[in-house]
């Protein structure tokens, strides 16, 4: 079961990367002089609730693992705030770090 979810987060990640910023990035490539705009409709529909799902309860409201919320991240994956605390939420869910295998 762990494995399973380790990978579905994996797999998640990846392909919610390219759905969410490989439109946008092509579109900006098209474009220089324009950033292209974020699909916050689709991050809120299809990644807020896996994160609230499998993240929230070690880096939510009640616990802060790490000192990390991931609730409170700007989900403007382009040109918000915490565009640095997504390349590394990215790469730890991408190398496997997170979720760990202890994960239900």
């Known amino acids: 079961m762990v494995?399973?979810?380790?990978e579905f987060m994996r797999v998640f990640f990846l392909a919610m990367?390219?759905?969410?910023?490989?439109g946008s990035l092509a579109k900006g490539l098209a474009k220089r002089e324009e950033v292209p705009e974020p699909r916050l409709a689709k991050f809120r529909a299809e990644v807020q609730p896996v994160l609230?799902?499998?993240?929230v309860g070690c880096h939510g409201p009640d616990k802060?693992?790490?000192k990390f919320r991931v609730d409170t991240l700007d989900p403007n994956?382009?040109?918000?705030?915490?565009?640095?605390?997504w390349l590394e939420v990215f790469d730890v869910?991408?190398?496997?770090?997170?979720?760990?295998e202890d994960a239900e």
Do not use: S, T
């Not at 990367?17 to 490989?22: F, M, R």
């Not at 994956?77 to 605390?85: A, E, H, I, R, S």
């Not at 869910?93 to 760990?100: L, S, T, Y």
């Open 52 to 55: 609230k799902r499998v993240c």
């Open 64 to 66: 802060q693992k790490g």
């Open 17 to 22: 990367a390219i759905v969410l910023l490989g």
């Open 93 to 100: 869910v991408g190398n496997g770090e997170m979720p760990p």
């Open 77 to 85: 994956l382009l040109k918000g705030k915490d565009v640095n605390w």
């Open 3 to 6: 494995v399973a979810v380790r």
